[in-house]
């Protein structure tokens, strides 16, 4: 696909679809002046999944109004209009959009300094300030559709007015943006924020906005899924520790938390000082690692916590358990010497991938690089990253990189799985980090007999617990495998006469230490089935009196794949103990 840049030149274009929606956000913001005129306009980005454009109008929009701007955007591509490029003085520009009552765009260009060659890009009868690039005509961008309309505080600052945010998408062909559209269909039936309801495992509450409640249910699966957790890392050589909630602010100034991240921070005061609940779990960890002295002959040391912290995200970006409040991080902080960089890598990578092997996940793997809000030195930096890089390259691992994303205090690797539909989530990351042993002064004495400062690796796989049960949730879409299943089996009686044998079974279940409900309600034995069906239980046992006569056998039924026939108690019993035991359905 040919782009054209903001000096009017026509190349090949590096990233064709995003060149391809950031236009389509043009004409996005073009239909609207088109239809209503007074709007302000502020920006239009392409995003990796379609693109945006926030604006300022009087009542703002909503989802009826998408179809009236979709159909005013087709006629726009249809038009097949040219774009073409022109530039202003910081002067010009300034006026320019003065004149055209687009404030927010003056602000913008009051941003940029004074000897800035502002760009713009014109189609028809629109002109919005970019740098471009764009494709050449609209015509080229008839495959989009408007997804939905959020809000969003200008330049992020919940101080700034809120504007409205219409969301879209845009590709090459109509087939592919079917493709995504059932994908985005599909996405909807798995929102585990319905699924969760329905299955009773979490619940959010107006006295807590951000903050999860899990149900029973939802406990049985979290405990589950940790037990699996403290199984795979007692494996790999991790010692679990705990540290404090709450900790004096000096430790966070000493961290460099308070510095990069105050705002992100929960504050009290206790005995007239400042202290912060732990939005990280590293600092903690570093007093640990402090309570006694250390050889080289004790490093690596793996310290693995299962820590509940705290983070100020904005009201407007919470969203089920994806985006909380609170949450539990499966964190875990190694200390090495600067030999063991390599062969903790690819322990550590090795432990991610058989926990995401697991769940039936694949992975991408990104390095992210130094940001511009970091600490630390040049050279650190540089040992940091090409540490990373070695590691990925022993390992024969494929990677990105994703230019400075990383951590404030070293680079990361970021693990982005691939669930059941087609989606990515970053869950597990590795930070390698030089500054915050130095900032601690945390030693280990090396084999010269000397004091040496201790190479620190954070990392997660999971990332956030709760983050990954809902990821979880929309995987299976509800339908978890045996081990993991908050209700592995449910026993449903037939009749009244039935029903001692369906407590005589449910006994044995639960003896053989298998999770089990006993539905004993005087209900048609069709609406039973059916709403074990809703609730995605594994297993349904259908205990009628000829079940009950033989006093030995149930009748199965599976989730996934119905009537099982009779089979012997024992039998069905051994089936699920070892599909528990193995972690396969």
């Not at 559209?181 to 107006?206: N, P, S, T, Y």
């Not at 040496?452 to 690796?457: R, Y």
């Amino acid at each position: 696909m040919k782009a054209l840049l903001n000096d009017g030149s026509v190349v090949e274009a590096e990233d064709a679809l995003a060149v391809l929606r950031h236009t389509t956000s043009h004409i996005l913001a073009q239909a609207v002046q088109r239809l209503y005129p007074d709007t302000k306009f502020a920006i239009g980005p392409s995003i990796s999944d379609g693109f945006y454009y926030d604006m300022d109008h009087e009542g703002g929009f909503t989802e009826d109004d998408l179809p009236a701007i979709e159909a005013e955007m087709r006629k726009i591509v249809k038009e097949n209009l040219k774009l073409e490029t022109f530039s202003m003085s910081r002067e010009e520009a300034i006026a320019f959009e003065e004149g055209r009552g687009q404030t927010y765009k003056v602000e913008l260009i009051r941003d940029l300094p004074e000897d800035a060659v502002i760009t713009f890009y014109k189609q028809g009868d629109f002109t919005d300030l970019c740098a471009g690039p764009h494709v050449l005509y609209t015509k080229q961008c008839k495959a989009f559709k408007l997804t939905s309309v959020a809000g969003a505080y200008w330049r992020g600052d919940e101080h700034n007015k809120m504007l409205t945010r219409i969301y879209g998408t845009a590709f090459e062909t109509k087939e592919d943006l079917d493709a995504y559209l059932a994908m985005l269909e599909e996405a909807k039936k798995r929102d585990h924020r319905k699924i969760g309801k329905d299955l009773k495992l979490f619940m959010f509450a107006e006295e807590g906005p951000g903050f999860p409640f899990f149900l029973p249910r939802g406990m049985v699966l979290k405990n589950t899924l940790m037990e699996y957790w403290r199984e795979v890392h007692k494996a790999f050589g991790y010692d679990e520790i705990s540290t404090p909630l709450i900790m004096n602010q000096s430790l966070w100034l000493q961290s460099g938390h308070w510095d990069h991240y105050k705002d992100n921070m929960y504050t009290t005061t206790i005995d007239d000082q400042p202290f912060c609940i732990k939005p990280m779990n590293c600092p903690g960890s570093i007093l640990v690692y402090k309570n006694e002295p250390h050889s080289y002959r004790d490093l690596p040391l793996r310290y693995a916590e299962v820590g509940i912290v705290h983070r100020h995200e904005r009201s407007g970006t919470l969203h089920g358990l994806m985006r909380v409040r609170c949450f539990t991080q499966d964190d875990a902080h190694l200390y090495i010497t600067p030999e063991q960089i390599e062969d903790t890598i690819e322990d550590v990578v090795k432990i991610i991938d058989t926990i995401y092997t697991q769940f039936g996940f694949k992975y991408k793997i990104e390095l992210s690089t130094r940001p511009e809000d970091s600490m630390g030195s040049d050279e650190d930096w540089e040992n940091a990253t090409n540490g990373l890089k070695f590691a990925l390259e022993k390992l024969g691992r494929k990677y990105e990189i994703n230019e400075g994303d990383g951590a404030f205090y070293g680079p990361k690797i970021d693990f982005h799985l691939v669930d059941a539909i087609g989606r990515t989530w970053q869950c597990g990351t590795i930070q390698l980090d030089f500054q915050m042993p130095q900032r601690f002064g945390i030693e280990y004495t090396g084999a010269d007999g000397e004091k040496h400062t201790p190479i620190m690796i954070h990392r997660v796989a999971f990332g956030s617990i709760e983050r990954f049960i809902g990821i979880l949730i929309e995987h299976y879409a509800g339908k978890f495998p045996v081990w993991l299943a908050p209700v592995q089996v449910k026993v449903l009686s037939v009749s009244e006469k039935s029903r001692e044998y369906a407590a005589k079974v449910t006994a044995q279940l639960e003896e053989a230490g298998i999770r089990v409900e006993n539905d004993a309600r005087d209900e048609k034995i069709g609406y039973k089935i059916r709403e074990a069906q809703l609730e995605r239980v594994p297993y349904m046992l259908v205990i009628g009196e000829k079940e009950a006569e033989s006093g030995d056998s149930v009748a199965v039924r599976s989730r996934d794949s119905g009537d099982q026939g009779v089979v012997k108690t024992a039998d069905f019993i051994a089936k699920v103990v070892k599909q528990t035991k193995d972690r396969k359905d």
